[in-house]
């Protein structure tokens, strides 16, 4: 089925994309991190950051270098070495009481400028299998201040757009997406977060006050998606879904979007798409890259696929 693709890509930024930047300034000429001379120091590095990366050093408040060196079966001085230059690329920061070694922010920073390239890479055939098997256009939508910025638009051949969504900033009070991009925000931070904003805007079945955002928000939340009804105009429904980030944060969100006369009666169905999209999306962010499948078996009733 040929479809219509749109992508939007820097235009403007959003927290999601936040560790990219800090990656890009930390990474300079003089990076020691690739001064190593031999694969065997290489190696013995990514060892050493698999460990610090295990559940018996992230439970605690880090492990010591002599417990690193037996579980990555080395001498302690070789150990010692390979630390001092992680540390000095902040790969890896070493707590000056407890002499014990935990992953560094820059490490964090770069798997999720990793995450933030594989979300761009990944969503593509995941908007063109929703627009497939539900017929409506479906959208990846990142928060951008208090609303949100649609990155990817794909839509049916045949679908006419009077306004293009690529790019445009979106309000997030009375649409799907903007509703699941808040789902890991507390109400304080909602209420901070749209501060200022028009809760005037949007369709006749629009939120009219914060509590009336915070009860939509607290529905969805444990449905795990969302559904607006005319919210964001007069005969406009949508469905949305989070994609979840490597920590298992809301990072981005899917969602559909159409005429209420087209879609209206199909909105649960299309609902149970959306989730298992992103569901499906989530999984091959943080999946290995031989495992992660080319689409999801199927959301429809009873488990059957439309």
Not at 159 to 166: D, E, H, K, L, R
Not at 172 to 184: I, K, M, N, Q, Y
Not at 255 to 276: Q, T, V, W, Y
């Amino acid at each position: 089925m040929a479809t219509n693709l749109r992508c939007a890509v820097g235009r403007g930024s959003c927290d999601a994309y936040t560790a990219t930047r800090l990656a890009t300034r930390a990474i300079g000429a003089h990076d020691r991190i690739m001064a190593y001379d031999n694969p065997t120091s290489l190696t013995r590095a990514i060892a050493i950051l698999t460990v610090l990366g295990s559940p018996e050093s992230t439970s605690g408040d880090g492990i010591g270098v002599v417990q690193i060196a037996r579980l990555v079966g080395r001498e302690k001085t070789q150990v010692s070495r390979t630390l001092k230059t992680l540390a000095e690329a902040g790969l890896v920061t070493r707590d000056p009481a407890t002499l014990r070694y935990r992953l560094g922010w820059r490490l964090f920073a770069l798997a999720a400028a990793a995450a933030g390239q594989q979300l761009l890479t990944l969503t593509p055939p995941v908007l063109r299998q929703l627009v497939a098997r539900v017929g409506e256009a479906a959208h990846l939508s990142v928060l951008e201040g208090c609303g949100l910025l649609t990155l990817m638009s794909e839509s049916p051949p045949w679908a006419i757009q009077s306004v293009p969504w690529v790019g445009r900033i979106a309000p997030l009070h009375c649409t799907s997406a903007g509703r699941v991009l808040l789902f890991d925000h507390t109400d304080a931070e909602v209420r901070a977060r749209l501060d200022g904003a028009d809760l005037a805007t949007g369709g006749p079945n629009r939120p009219h006050t914060i509590e009336d955002v915070l009860a939509r928000l607290h529905e969805a939340r444990r449905r795990g998606y969302a559904v607006v009804n005319e919210e964001f105009e007069p005969g406009h429904v949508a469905v949305a879904a989070p994609v979840r980030d490597f920590g298992g944060r809301v990072t981005a969100a899917l969602n559909i979007s159409a005429p209420k006369f087209r879609l209206g009666r199909s909105l649960p169905a299309a609902a149970r798409e959306i989730k298992a999209a992103a569901d499906h999306l989530s999984h091959a962010l943080v999946a290995d890259e031989n495992a992660a499948t080319p689409g999801w078996a199927g959301a429809g009733p009873d488990g059957r696929t439309w």
